[in-house]
């Protein structure tokens, strides 16, 4: 683990730097040759975000069939009075598990350095280029604000917050990054979130909610084949990094939707019958033709299902806060403990 300090306050935790740049890798080839070697084939969505993915992903964001962007946007922009109001006059951490190239941070953090608030802004992301490319702007852009940026997955981010003072939190996990998760996941990784967090402290998640079919279906099988090449990264980054042979025009990317799970689900079709060699992992993997490879699931709920998660999860729902076409939400949480509750659970 490395840091580096700065005169104006930003600190970079980077757990990835040597000896782990080398594990993180071994994660990688581990997965591919699990996830490979299923009947069913996967490839987890968290790989797509290396540099190329990043930049592939911010492409999405900039297209206008990928609405949720500029529906948070738009959410965050009309009510970012309601979110300042939030926060107390308390020094608090602005904690942002995935927080792309910052976009959406700026519409919080420039209000909340005119209030002149004393916080951090702490985000946390597994791409090395999305918090570079954060550090270096905000830097310009709020020469006062105080960063500390973590190169870490969203569970390491979580355990860095526990071992926190006891400064109040607003977490902010935004543009629907909880979608990747599946319903048993997006609850582990909430009751962890909820253990890390002090009573009363906040969380806005931005879901996106269930919609029109043909909406959804143009928004992750766009036109211009943006998101078929972040798919197809996948395959571009085992060969890159772990020495695979794909030959991604063998390959198609797939989007459909399961309209009972609100699941919409990225896959890559082998066009052919074929034979993968990844050197890396000493193994080559079988295609037949027109057999799909899993790489990503993006969830839609209900504003039902959300207050659902929230109170099986244990938080209390404050606000649902919409873009003008009730598109997309961010949902504004907070943290309940009670002590009894908490000692009914240890006693278990
Ligand atoms: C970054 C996970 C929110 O699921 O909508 C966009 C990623 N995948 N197009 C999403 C993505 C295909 C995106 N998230």
Redesign the pocket.
Same mark, same amino acid.
């Given at each position: 683990m490395t840091e580096t300090h700065t005169a104006n306050s930003i600190t970079i935790v980077d757990p990835n730097e040597f000896e782990a740049s080398f594990s993180e890798r071994d994660r990688f080839a581990l997965e591919v040759l699990v996830g490979l070697s299923e009947s069913r084939k996967r490839l987890p /969505?968290r790989f797509?975000y290396d540099d190329e993915g990043s930049r592939l &992903?911010t492409r999405?964001t900039e297209m206008d069939v #990928?609405y949720?962007t500029e529906c948070e946007i738009e959410t965050l922009r009309r009510n970012v009075d309601r979110i300042v109001s939030t926060v107390g006059s308390e020094p608090f951490n602005l904690v942002e598990f =995935?927080p792309?190239n910052g976009r959406k941070a700026r519409i919080l953090i420039e209000p909340l350095l005119e209030a002149g608030l004393e916080f951090d802004y702490v985000p946390i992301d597994i791409a090395r280029e999305y918090i570079d490319e954060i550090v270096t702007a905000f830097r310009e852009s709020y020469p006062t604000l105080s960063i500390k940026a973590l190169v870490s997955d969203y569970f390491a981010g979580l355990k860095w917050l526990t071992g926190q003072s006891n400064r109040k939190n607003i977490g902010l996990f935004l =543009? /629907?990054?909880i979608?990747?998760f599946s319903h048993a996941e997006a609850r582990i990784f909430l009751r962890n979130m909820w253990s890390s967090l002090n009573p009363d402290d906040t969380v806005i998640i931005g879901f996106?909610l269930k919609k029109d079919i043909e909406m959804l279906l143009l928004? #992750?099988n766009d036109p211009g084949g943006i998101?078929a090449e &972040?798919?197809l990264n996948l395959l571009r980054r085992i060969n890159r990094e772990i020495g695979g042979h794909f030959d991604c025009a063998k390959f198609r990317h797939f989007g459909t939707y399961d309209v009972f799970s609100g699941g919409?689900e990225?896959y890559l079709v082998s066009k052919e019958d074929q034979t993968v060699a990844i050197d890396g992992i000493g193994r080559s993997f079988s295609f037949k033709a027109w057999e799909p490879i899993h790489t990503?699931y993006?969830y839609k709920y209900l504003i039902s299902d959300i207050e659902q998660l929230a109170r099986d999860t244990g938080f209390v729902v404050k606000e649902h806060l919409f873009d003008s076409n009730d598109w997309f939400v961010d949902s504004i949480w907070t943290v309940h403990k009670d002590g009894n509750a908490d000692g009914d659970a240890s006693a278990c």
């Open positions: /969505s797509m &992903f999405i #990928y949720p =995935g792309g =543009g /629907s990054n979608g990747n996106d928004a #992750y998101t &972040f798919n919409m990225s990503e993006s």
